[in-house]
């Protein structure tokens, strides 16, 4: 069963940085796609930003594109995000999601419902 940790959120000031990490255990990265999703309170879960399983193909949400940037070392079982220009809007709890390659791909690789094993998130909050 794979499993999915989040780190790296925390306290920034509007414009600043972080650099999120999503470590996966229980089965090699290279056979999940992976989303990150975001839930600010009182809102639906909201994709934004998608890596396929090479890497070769990401895709982000219109309010962030731009702004982050997903990676993923298969070496080391990990997925990034780095977010950059950081709004208050921004904030929120981020998760990492994984499909499985057995899997159709999805058309809509930002939709929640397209990924089967979630982390237990990591806050992120943008206030001065």
């Known amino acids: 069963q794979v499993q999915l940790v989040e780190s790296g959120g925390g306290l920034v000031q509007p414009g600043g940085s972080l650099r999120l990490s999503c470590a996966i255990s229980?089965?090699?990265?290279?056979?999940?796609?992976i989303g990150w999703f975001r839930q600010a309170p009182g809102k639906e879960r909201e994709g934004v930003a998608y890596?396929?399983?090479?890497?070769?193909?990401?895709d982000y949400g219109a309010s962030v594109e731009g702004r982050l940037a997903i990676s993923r070392d298969d070496a080391k079982n990990t997925v990034y995000l780095q977010m950059n220009g950081l709004k208050p809007e921004d904030t929120g709890v981020y998760y990492c999601?994984?499909?499985?390659?057995?899997?159709?791909?999805?058309?809509?690789?930002?939709?929640?419902?397209?990924?089967?094993?979630w982390g237990q998130g990591t806050r992120v909050t943008v206030s001065s």
């Open positions: 999601a994984a499909s499985h390659a057995s899997q159709p791909t999805p058309r809509r690789v930002l939709d929640p419902a397209k990924y089967g094993y």
């Open positions: 229980g089965s090699p990265l290279e056979y999940y796609r």
């Open positions: 890596i396929s399983r090479s890497g070769r193909t990401t």
